[in-house]
């Protein structure tokens, strides 16, 4: 007989789970297929978000002040500005990255920035010392003493014991030319703080613009022993010791700035001019030619660069070089543009006056270097005051606060209150190029004049402002018109006559191309010292004005 084993019966849960996984093949082919014949589509995530790191959580603002001013201790000013920045945009009611970034801002040459900054951290905290401080050395930079005077005042009011506060003061009455007391408040600085490196910075500035170099230095070392991985330091303290005649202390500290900024141009000019000082020609000319490569405008470098040419008798060079300096040097007269403003004819409560309406700050649309500014343009809102002049209790930090937000000092009518709050849609931007001189002002949404026209304004660095027209809205309520400036100021007065002796030393003299530069300088020094004179004798010309001649004055008869 033949055993046949008895079949096992398959457990009901793993038919199931086999019928459940068939099912889905089933499913999973057909929308694999679904896909290829194109009935949908789904988005495949590429390698790099597949493989790429995790997102992480945002850095808080703080972080990145922290960042910034651990940059800017290592002499770090451009990366140090950034950061303060990136804590701005993460956070704009924070004063501290304003006030930071302000201090910076002064150090690497953009003084229209760095008020910016200054005046919106007053606005967020007035009552910060630190912030009116930094506030007052902006606006001294813009040569706007009075006001600077007040803000450092406020600042020592506030915190009798902030040293920096008194170091700001004596660097602006330094500016006002009152030396003494300037003198009395960097000493005052520094025996609040002896290791305040502002005190000792401005104390060596107070000495330098006074000749008192030997002090100067004395105050510059110790600036740059608190500091000493910013370049400005080392750039003053060369400033000094060049005048003492010290030029390889002086050589070594440009030296040091570079190695600590190598994009200041000035550093490079300085260490070249030094070189030419020093005889050192060669190692002038390598000097300069870096500064002007690290930037091209650099309109002192250029001048430098002719002049040590001209020295090592390289009159071609000198011929090449020169030009370029002269016209980087006359046309420095715009970039001093700060703002434009449009102003209206009102009533006041002491009869007609004008006021701005709408006002706008250039600021550089590429940096420092740039060739072109650019101004947005906004209305001004007057109100009335609400503090009380009269009353003892308001303080400067408020009086300073009111003065940025309502900058009109004029009592004006109600009904004049009620005529500039229809400026308040007004709009627009006003572009000057530097190279051309053109101003192109574009403006919407502004009132029909009530009068006259209305006035247009530039004010410059330092502390002048120029009328240049009157400008009034067409029937849409737009401003477009376009401005010429032609105003240049004067390159140094060696430029022009060294260039002239230069096409005059040519062989054979170039004497047509001499003798416009060597009149351009006899216009502007006629004294028998003026060296065009010896140029005029190699080619002489029928404009030349008459040669100065000693008057002889005889000896009085004896009594």
Not at 129 to 154: I, P
Not at 261 to 272: F, H, K, V
Not at 377 to 396: G, I
Not at 416 to 442: E, H, I, K, P, R
């Amino acid at each position: 007989m033949y055993y046949r084993p008895r079949e096992k019966k398959r457990h009901p849960a793993i038919t199931a789970a086999l019928l459940l996984l068939l099912t889905a093949m089933s499913l999973v082919l057909v929308i694999l297929l679904a896909m290829y014949a194109g009935y949908f589509q789904v988005e495949v995530p590429s390698l790099t978000e597949r493989f790429g790191p995790m997102p992480t959580p945002t850095r808080p603002a703080v972080l990145y002040v922290g960042d910034g001013d651990t940059l800017a201790a290592a002499g770090k000013l451009p990366e140090a500005i950034a950061a303060y920045d990136e804590a701005i945009s993460l956070d704009p009611t924070d004063d501290v990255p304003y006030t930071r970034q302000s201090r910076l801002l002064i150090f690497a040459g953009d003084t229209a920035k760095a008020l910016d900054r200054a005046e919106q951290a007053v606005l967020l905290n007035s009552t910060s010392a630190e912030n009116l401080a930094n506030y007052c050395r902006a606006l001294d930079w813009e040569a706007r003493y009075t006001a600077a005077l007040d803000a450092c005042s406020c600042a020592t009011e506030l915190a009798p014991n902030y040293a920096d506060g008194y170091a700001y003061l004596s660097e602006v009455l330094a500016d006002r030319g009152e030396w003494f007391n300037a003198r009395d408040t960097a000493q005052q600085a520094l025996d609040i703080d002896f290791q305040s490196f502002a005190a000792h910075f401005n104390m060596g500035y107070v000495n330098e613009i006074q000749g008192r170099y030997a002090q100067a230095v004395q105050s510059y070392e110790n600036a740059i022993k608190l500091a000493p991985n910013l370049a400005t330091a080392y750039i003053a303290a060369g400033r000094s010791y060049y005048w003492l005649g010290n030029l390889n202390r002086a050589i070594e500290l440009y030296r040091q700035a570079i190695r600590l900024s190598p994009t200041n141009p000035e550093a490079y000019d300085r260490l070249g001019w030094a070189y030419h000082t020093n005889g050192e020609y060669s190692r002038a000319i390598d000097a300069l030619e870096q500064g002007l490569a690290v930037d091209p405008t650099y309109d002192k470098a250029w001048g430098h660069l002719g002049l040590v040419y001209y020295t090592r008798q390289n009159f071609e060079k000198t011929i090449e070089i020169l030009p370029k300096a002269i016209s980087l040097t006359e046309g420095q007269f715009l970039r001093r543009a700060r703002e434009v403003e449009i102003r209206a004819e009102i009533q006041t409560l002491t009869g007609p006056d004008t006021i701005p309406v709408i006002r706008g700050r250039f600021r550089s649309a590429g940096g420092v270097g740039s060739v072109q500014y650019v101004a947005e343009l906004t209305p001004l809102t007057y109100k009335e005051s609400t503090l009380n002049f009269d009353a003892e209790e308001v303080s400067c930090a408020a009086s300073i606060v009111e003065s940025i937000r309502n900058p009109s000092a004029l009592p004006l009518a109600p009904e004049t209150l009620a005529y500039t709050q229809t400026f308040s849609q007004a709009t627009g931007t006003a572009t000057l190029n530097l190279n051309s001189g053109n101003l192109v002002l574009d403006v919407h949404n502004v009132p029909r004049p009530q009068t006259t026209p209305y006035e247009l304004k530039i004010s410059y660095w330092p502390d002048r402002q120029d009328s240049v027209g009157y400008v009034q809205p067409d029937g849409t309520g737009q401003i477009q018109v376009n401005i010429q400036f032609e105003e240049k100021l004067d390159a140094p007065i060696e430029y022009y006559y060294t260039l002239g002796l230069a096409y005059a030393y040519m062989d054979p003299p170039l004497c047509e191309q001499a003798v416009p530069w060597l009149l351009q300088s006899l216009e502007r020094d006629s004294s028998g010292y003026n060296p065009a004179w010896y140029g005029l004798r190699i080619c002489p010309s029928a404009q030349s004005p008459p040669t100065p001649v000693p008057t002889w004055t005889p000896v009085p008869d004896a009594q």
